[in-house]
């Protein structure tokens, strides 16, 4: 079982190179956010200014820099174009698949990495984002770290792993701002209590994690202060963290438009996922 195991396994890595960059650049950029990414990377590698990014000549302010910065790395090596564009998204994905088959090999051996990884290929929001050059793939390969981290590495020290959680916090700040730290926290907090986890972390690991993200995102983060003025900065926090969670964006839609979503994001598996929701709430005492 274990040699079949394996043999998934790599079947399964051969199908996502496949699957993920065969014709990347193929297609034009179709998704209005796409083109606005790869129009400011290319105006911040022509301006050579990688604090500030600028669209139209325009300060762009409402995105952190990442994406911008690796793009900006790959256009200069290879030129503009669509398929370094959309690179970026689907190394990202990639590196997301080896880690949840990472995760189902550390709880379930390979037989489980296998599965694990074969069930978040067929998914088809995975290979969506895969393909297209927004930040929603570079933003889940380091929730998705962050997480492995929490659930699985429990052989080394403490200060370690939260030293490693903070960098990958820091690089989801450059990633989304706010939302790359909130997100991958509530997260965990979540699967703390539903596992009976401690939820409180110690003082030494809040200074540990707090540092190492301090050193990730300050360097940057105070040279954009200083060029922008803390005014802006506050006024883009403010609408873009705190507005967007409570008043929605221009992509409100009906709850039940979500569920359509979530029916196509998870085929072949909404199913069995929806069966398996129905059988935990049977189970909720238990």
Known sequence: MEEKGKVAILATIAGALLLLFVRLGAYPLLDPDEARFARTSVEMMRSG?????????????VKPPMMHWVQTALFQLGGPNEMLARLPAAAATFMSLLLVGWIGWRRFGVEGAAWAAVTFL????????????????LLSVHIL???????????????????????????GFLVKGPVGVLLPLTMILAGRTATGRDVVPSMKTVVTTALALSAVVLPWGLVFIQRVGWGNVVHVLRTEAVDRAVSGTAHVEPWWYFLGVCLVAFLPWAGPLFLGTVRGLTRWHD
């Open 145 to 171: 770290a962050v997480l492995a981290l929490d659930l699985v590495q429990h052989d080394h020290q403490e200060i370690e792993r939260s030293g490693v959680i903070g960098l990958l916090l820091g690089l």
């Open 122 to 137: 067929t998914f088809p929001i995975v290979v969506l984002i895969a393909r297209v050059g927004t930040l929603d793939a």
């Open 49 to 61: 200014d990688y604090v500030v990014p600028t669209f139209e000549g325009e300060p762009r302010l």
